[in-house]
């Protein structure tokens, strides 16, 4: 398995504003992923960090809304821009570990409230 | 579009009481069906991969069994600390180093009372 852990737990952010959410893990992955939970609602993907190069995002996603960076192959940051109340949500980071392929090891999330 | 719809959305048992949870599914070409349990405040947690219709898997209370159109998970006397959300969830995409981009159901939140 492996230690992912996410930064901050959870934020009260103000409407407008943007808040970067962390994810490190203590281990070299090659697949990490962003997803968000909404309340009542599945888990959505987000989009896939790529190490080095731009984040490949999924139907609904856009890079000028929810920006990814992936230095390296133990840390991603996912953030949150121009944030309105709609946005308020659980945003999870996943990630892949070679030993288990196809399974997925999640953080602890991070959970957004926009007033 | 695949799709993944679990039910019931909440469950209520008595400590012991067995019941299942279902997954059902359409997705063409099943490459594996997963099961994940998610407790209040937490990411989700991996229980289960099953890949072919008549797979079982068991752990400790939980049993999960897989057909071509959904998966039962089973569980056996329960108790308390069984209380989570279980979630199912099916590969939509291959995304690259043997993983797959999951589609996920809303969920069944289990509460078992003592």
């Known amino acids: 398995s492996a230690v992912i852990s996410q930064k901050p737990s959870r934020d009260i952010c103000q409407r407008g504003t943007s808040l970067t959410i962390q994810c490190q893990v203590d281990?070299?992955?090659?697949?990490m992923f962003w997803y968000r939970q909404q309340p009542g609602q599945s888990l959505t993907l987000i989009a896939t960090?790529?190490?080095?190069?731009?984040?490949?995002?999924e139907s609904g996603f856009v890079i000028d809304k929810f920006p990814i960076s992936r230095p390296n192959l133990t840390f991603s940051t996912l953030t949150v821009s121009n944030m309105s109340p709609e946005d308020s949500s659980i945003y999870l980071c996943?990630?892949?570990?070679?030993?288990?392929?196809?399974?997925?090891?999640f953080g602890e999330g991070s959970r957004l409230t926009v007033l | 579009e695949d799709q993944v719809t679990q039910s019931p959305e909440a469950l209520r048992l008595q400590e012991g009481e067995s019941s299942s949870l279902n997954c059902s599914y359409t997705v063409s070409g099943l490459r594996g069906l997963f099961w994940y349990r998610q407790d209040p405040g937490k990411g989700p947690e991996f229980l289960f991969t099953?890949?072919?219709a008549g797979e079982e898997k068991e752990k400790e209370r939980l049993k999960a069994t897989l057909t071509k159109k959904e998966s039962f998970l089973h569980i056996t006397a329960p108790k308390p600390e069984d209380s989570a959300t279980y979630l199912c969830?099916?590969?939509?995409?291959?995304?690259?180093?043997?993983?797959?981009?999951?589609?996920f159901g809303k969920g069944t939140k289990l509460s078992v009372i003592p």
């Open positions: 960090a790529n190490q080095g190069s731009e984040a490949t995002y």
């Open positions: 969830a099916v590969p939509y995409q291959y995304s690259g180093a043997g993983s797959y981009q999951l589609t």
């Open positions: 996943s990630v892949v570990l070679a030993a288990v392929p196809g399974e997925l090891f």
């Open positions: 099953l890949y072919s």
């Open positions: 281990s070299q992955v090659t697949m």
